[in-house]
């Protein structure tokens, strides 16, 4: 069975945030005003964690995992989050019932609900 997976060169990381932002126009996740970005409120599937340690900036990009033994998957009650044959953790969006237990039970702490309408670019 084919696995993905993803290698990040953290000493090519610069946190410039493309991959953040590109995660976000892919998946059809709002940017979020800039009093929620100030807040940490807004959605991030992908995200970097910047820390100073002894004067040095450390950048960790924190990406969903896409875990073996998924728990997001294991606890949604309605199936709405499932795990495909090639292992990438997946949601169908019209069968979520916004209980949120995906976003308690994620060791990454990348899920979330989006309480906006999803809107689709026309082109």
């Given at each position: 069975?084919?696995?993905?997976?993803?290698?990040?060169?953290?000493?090519?990381?610069?946190?410039?945030?493309?991959?953040?932002?590109?995660?976000?126009?892919?998946?059809?996740?709002?940017?979020g005003s800039e009093a929620e970005q100030q807040a940490g409120r807004q959605i991030a599937w992908m995200d970097l964690v910047i820390k100073n340690h002894d004067g040095k900036m450390m950048v960790l990009p924190r990406?969903?995992?896409?875990?073996?033994?998924?728990?997001?998957?294991?606890v949604c009650p309605v199936g709405a989050t499932f795990q495909r044959e090639d292992g990438i953790v997946d949601q169908e969006y019209n069968r979520c019932i916004g209980c949120r237990l995906c976003?308690?039970?994620?060791?990454?702490?990348v899920r979330y609900f989006n309480w906006r309408e999803p809107s689709w670019p026309d082109t």
């Open positions: 069975m084919v696995r993905w997976g993803m290698v990040i060169d953290l000493d090519k990381c610069t946190a410039c945030q493309a991959c953040v932002v590109a995660c976000k126009a892919e998946n059809n996740v709002p940017i990406p969903c995992m896409h875990c073996d033994n998924p728990p997001c998957v294991q976003m308690v039970s994620c060791p990454y702490g």
